[in-house]
């Protein structure tokens, strides 16, 4: 099925490791998102890339870097992770200048 | 405060009941209005989008906004136990040449057979 592919859909880190959370979309969007939600908290902004060649910081960038490989594919690295990351994360993707997002169905990142 | 208000619920209705969410809104810099829908362990989904004050109708669904009031509604009629899920509001503005969206905590919705 077209859309937004999210991998891995599970992941459990130890304090301290580092890993990436790899998205591809096949619409040929230009904008890709990474959220993260947690209960209470609804969904916020972690990066974004408006297109191919950008990106940019969200509401909560710390502790993450992203890169925008090329227009299909937007991943997001934890260098160090911390417990305070254990999250859902969810990447997506839009048209540019509008405001429908495609997401993806998640990563579950669990930090001990 | 937050920028966007939403009751965390959960709301439980019996199926066949009209269903009413809701938002409330500070910055009256918003200019879009959507619902997402999110099954449970799934990505949200863009259920309705609309720009102006009024009603905007699709199907059993229907967006209602508000501006004088910062408020927005989402009206289900006839609710099945497959609109089960958690409804988040979200709302568009631009600053500063930049686009902001900003989404609200999300409503759990449980229909009851």
């Known amino acids: 099925n077209a859309g937004v592919t999210q991998t891995p859909k599970f992941q459990v880190l130890k304090t301290g490791q580092s890993m990436t959370l790899q998205c591809a979309q096949d619409?040929?969007?230009?904008?890709m998102y990474w959220y993260r939600q947690d209960p209470g908290m609804g969904l916020r902004l972690i990066y974004y890339s408006a297109s191919e060649g950008t990106t940019d910081k969200g509401e909560v960038p710390n502790g993450y870097n992203v890169s925008r490989l090329n227009k299909r594919e937007f991943s997001l690295r934890l260098e160090s992770a911390a417990p305070s990351q254990t999250s859902v994360y969810f990447c997506?993707?839009?048209?540019?200048?509008?405001?429908?997002?495609?997401f993806g169905s998640g990563t579950r990142l669990t930090v001990v | 405060q937050k920028e966007v208000e939403q009751d965390p619920g959960p709301l439980s209705v019996p199926e066949g009941a009209i269903v009413s969410l809701n938002c409330t809104y500070s910055n009256s810099a918003f200019q879009y209005f959507m619902w997402y829908r999110q099954y449970s362990r799934k990505g949200p989904e863009l259920l309705m989008y609309?720009?102006?004050?009024g009603n905007k109708e699709d199907g059993r669904f229907t967006a209602q906004v508000d501006k004088s009031s910062k408020y927005i509604s989402l009206f289900i009629r006839d609710s099945q136990p497959s609109d089960s899920a958690t409804y988040l509001c979200a709302m568009r503005r631009v600053d500063f040449g930049n686009e902001k969206l900003t989404f609200g905590t999300g409503t759990r919705l449980t229909i009851i057979p």
């Open positions: 619409m040929n969007h230009n904008s």
């Open positions: 997506a993707s839009s048209e540019l200048g509008t405001a429908s997002l495609t």
């Open positions: 609309t720009y102006s004050s």
